[in-house]
């Protein structure tokens, strides 16, 4: 047992030691990559705050307050038609209980007149514009804007058709795949591997597995971004669990497990952008910017634009984990 002690000692602190060297200098074992762009905002279904979610007039609006990025939900209309849209039913946007995929793009109806905001419950936008629109018409107006779209289904069809317009428009670089399914990725970046993408649920617990076990530093990491809500928001805008016990659970572990600016920062400094959603409070922008993340998500980009000009950020801040 003592000679098992004699080796095995010398070789866990050397592990630990290495270990703790490449998770705070990792560009002495990888290359970082440059982003094509860099998210301090991010305009949640287009800015639903503001204006109805997910229409070009709240994409406008977004624009107006220099968002770095777009937040958008896709599905297929019956006559193959891919138009942005986070609900497959249409009944909460519009009082039609049928599905996109039964409805063709011209008969798709309008938004209701006021839509109530998914993470400010009370709160409720409106506007002008109630037309659903199609991801050709977002590309067609905004040639430039990075956009991240979610894929919540395994519609090969659906996802083939994004890909086939994101290379139509030669946006690939400024484009993100976004999915919770690990076999929906696959089949995103089967589609169009030269877009970049986001951590699955899948892979944001092999991650923390890797972060925790010590052994982060050490493997490459394929994302360029991971999308993750800010613990402390639930039980206050988001509601993952209809049981209060279930969430105020899920509050604190992942509070525990996330919220470590040490891992934020390795992330940052690897090249993957950090993005916590989805916050319309400034006590929360503050959270998430003094744990060192790249940006913000939110359904405000009018307040969190106002926070950013009065907070100027820094990228890739050095922070201690605390």
């Given at each position: ?137 977002v590309f067609q107006r905004f040639p430039q804007t990075p956009v991240s779209l979610e894929v919540k289904v395994e519609d090969e069809k659906l996802i083939n058709k994004i890909a086939t317009l994101v290379k139509h428009f030669g946006r690939s670089e400024i484009t993100i795949w976004a999915a919770e399914k ?64 279930v969430n105020r659970l899920l509050a604190a572990i992942s509070k525990r497990l996330i919220m470590r600016k040490s891992l934020i920062r390795h992330l940052e400094e690897r090249g993957i952008q950090v993005v916590f959603w989805c916050l319309n409070e400034e006590s929360d922008f503050e959270v998430a910017y ?33």
């Amino acid at each position: 047992m003592s000679s098992f002690l004699y080796y095995a000692l010398p070789a866990l602190g050397g592990y630990t030691l290495l270990s703790l060297l490449f998770l705070r200098w990792p560009r002495l074992l990888h290359v970082t990559r440059n982003p094509a762009f860099r998210c301090q905002l991010a305009a949640h279904r287009g800015g639903s705050g503001e204006r109805l979610e997910n229409t070009m007039e709240a994409l406008e609006n977004s624009m107006a307050q220099r968002s770095d990025l777009f937040e958008l939900d896709c599905q297929l209309t019956r006559d193959g038609q891919v138009v942005v849209s986070h609900d497959e039913n249409l009944f909460r946007q519009s009082g039609l209980n049928k599905n996109i995929q039964d409805v063709d793009y011209e008969d798709l109806p309008l938004y209701r007149e006021e839509l109530e905001v998914y993470f400010s419950p009370g709160q409720f936008a409106q506007g002008s514009d109630r037309k659903m629109i199609r991801l050709e018409d977002v590309f067609q107006r905004f040639p430039q804007t990075p956009v991240s779209l979610e894929v919540k289904v395994e519609d090969e069809k659906l996802i083939n058709k994004i890909a086939t317009l994101v290379k139509h428009f030669g946006r690939s670089e400024i484009t993100i795949w976004a999915a919770e399914k690990n076999s929906v990725m696959k089949k995103c970046h089967a589609a169009n591997p030269d877009m970049p993408t986001s951590f699955t649920v899948i892979r944001v617990i092999w991650l923390l597995l890797m972060y925790y076990g010590g052994l982060l530093p050490f493997f490459s990491i394929r994302e360029r971004f991971l999308l993750c809500f800010l613990p402390t928001i639930i039980n206050r805008t988001y509601f993952p669990s209809s049981c209060p016990a279930v969430n105020r659970l899920l509050a604190a572990i992942s509070k525990r497990l996330i919220m470590r600016k040490s891992l934020i920062r390795h992330l940052e400094e690897r090249g993957i952008q950090v993005v916590f959603w989805c916050l319309n409070e400034e006590s929360d922008f503050e959270v998430a910017y003094r744990l060192g993340a790249t940006g913000v998500m939110t359904d405000y980009p009018t307040a969190l634009r106002c926070y950013l000009d009065n907070h100027p950020q820094q990228p890739n801040q050095s922070n201690s984990d605390g």
